[in-house]
């Protein structure tokens, strides 16, 4: 197995190495009469094992050949004086403070977690939010209502919407015959989402419908009564936007109250 080894962790090694700090009396490796800390192997493998991998020898082996190979450029990168040069110790700079704020974020956001309370409630509005009804949606997205019109205009007359959509700026939907799937009319732009309650299943809209994409020919497949995912089908995402949420507004308390001349 090849272990795939974080920046965050790449950036620490790096800028340990090049720094020059002080050597931990335990170490994994020398190179060069360099030693390697232990404490670097255990960081990286602690962070592999969070991301699924295997915690067995097999991983300790793959990231001590890592710390050796880098270790090595590291020494490589000092011979030609690449630790002295401005623009890389602008770099580590750069890299060191990134490593910081990391770990102050993970600190942060472990002491203040978002309460089961606030991810049920938060729940519990979306659903109330919800649309009753979702549809089948179709349509065709061209850049002017003339031309709106004027397919409009082809589709009463007998064309066939599939064919029509073909000349759709949706490259997403236009060679699947317009089709876009089951849709909330909340979850599309809003002048979309107030037309299609007024459209009977199986017909198209009578006038262009405007977005900021452009305007919109739509038609009705099929409607079905919206059912809302189980609170435990995405409890897990709504407590990552919470905690978000909450850093964000932390930082810019953190923003408003700092003084930047």
Request: charge should be neutral; aromatic fraction near 4%.
């Amino acid at each position: 197995m090849k272990a795939t080894l974080s920046c965050v962790a790449a950036s620490l090694i790096l800028i340990s190495s090049l720094a020059g700090a002080a050597e931990p009396a335990k170490a994994i490796a020398k190179v060069n009469g360099v030693s390697i800390p232990a404490s670097l192997a255990d960081l990286m493998v602690a962070e592999q094992v969070a991301q699924g991998a295997p915690n067995n020898d097999e991983l300790r082996r793959a990231v001590k050949d890592e710390l050796v190979r880098r270790e090595l450029l590291a020494q490589e990168a000092r011979k030609k004086g690449l630790d002295k040069k401005p623009e890389m110790l602008v770099r580590m700079d750069v890299a060191r403070q990134g490593i910081l704020i990391g770990g102050y974020i993970n600190d942060w956001m472990r002491a203040n977690p978002v309460a089961e309370a606030k991810v049920r409630a938060e729940y519990d509005a979306r659903v109330k939010n919800m649309a009753s009804t979702e549809y089948r949606v179709r349509h065709i997205q061209v850049d002017t209502e003339d031309a709106a019109k004027a397919l409009i205009s082809k589709l009463q007359a007998g064309s066939r919407f599939e064919d029509l959509a073909k000349e759709s700026n949706d490259t997403g939907s236009k060679d699947n015959g317009g089709d876009i799937g089951w849709v909330s009319p909340k979850g599309v732009p809003e002048a979309i989402g107030a037309a299609l309650p007024t459209i009977e299943k199986g017909k198209f809209s009578a006038v262009p419908v405007k977005s900021n994409f452009g305007f919109h020919v739509l038609k009705v497949e099929d409607t079905r009564q919206a059912v809302p995912p189980k609170y435990e089908e995405v409890a897990e995402n709504l407590r990552r936007e919470l905690e978000q949420q909450a850093l964000s507004n932390y930082v810019n308390s953190l923003v408003s109250k700092a003084k930047v001349e």
